[in-house]
């Protein structure tokens, strides 16, 4: 289980929390790039135990978020909007036991008594990268590349020590060769 200050601090690419499966003991997954997707819907989902990738049982907030067909993450809430992640990937408890692979719970944030908030903006653009070895040595250039991920989040009392709001935002922008 993954508390808000380790969640804040992961090297997530993309921002897709599925990912933090992958320091787990047991899990892998043959397509690493998947959990790059800036879609907040299906993504990259692990292979956990010898499992196929149909196997994980994703949560948010205790309800199940699956995809019906393919069993594809229904929805990834962005990081500053997540309290808490957990990953289960063996021996869990019998509410949780519908899936032979892992059970991967996220919670997401409440208001509180104060109102409070984070702004971010993650800018990685192809001038500051560096041109790959092999299309040096040929005489290329590297490929044109820009992704922008911003948003936000509030959160505040709305009946003082009794009702609460929290809201989040994340958009993103992507400019490369083949992307849709």
Same mark, same amino acid.
Not at 45 to 73: C, H, K, S, T
């Given at each position: 289980?993954?508390?808000? #200050?380790? @969640? #804040? ?7 897709? +929390?599925? /990912?933090?499966?992958?320091?787990? !003991?047991? @899990?892998?997954?043959?397509?690493? /790039? ?36 393919? *069993? ?19 021996? &869990? /408890?019998?509410? +949780?036991?519908?899936? !032979? ?11 509180? *008594?104060?109102? /409070?908030?984070?702004?971010? &903006? &993650? ?20 490929? #044109? ?13 709305? !009946? ?15 400019? !490369?060769?083949?992307?849709?």
């Amino acid at each position: 289980t993954l508390q808000r #200050e380790q @969640v #804040e601090r992961l090297p997530v690419q993309g921002r897709n +929390l599925a /990912s933090v499966a992958l320091f787990t !003991a047991g @899990v892998t997954t043959p397509n690493p /790039s998947s959990f790059n997707s800036l879609k907040n819907t299906g993504g990259g989902r692990p292979y956990v135990n010898g499992q196929r990738e149909q196997g994980n049982n994703f949560m948010l907030d205790g309800v199940d978020m699956n995809d019906a067909i393919d *069993n594809l993450v229904a929805y990834q809430p962005s990081p500053d909007a997540v309290e808490q992640v957990g990953v289960e990937t063996n021996n &869990y /408890s019998p509410e +949780l036991g519908n899936v !032979a692979g892992a059970v991967i719970n996220m919670v997401i944030k409440s208001g509180t *008594n104060r109102v /409070s908030g984070n702004g971010f &903006y &993650y800018w990685r653009d192809n001038e500051l990268a560096a041109t790959p070895w092999a299309t040096n040595r040929a005489g290329g250039r590297k490929a #044109e590349f820009n992704r922008k991920i911003f948003g936000g989040t509030v959160g505040g009392p709305i !009946a003082q020590n009794k009702v609460f709001f929290f809201a989040d935002y994340q958009g993103s922008r992507q400019d !490369a060769p083949g992307f849709a």
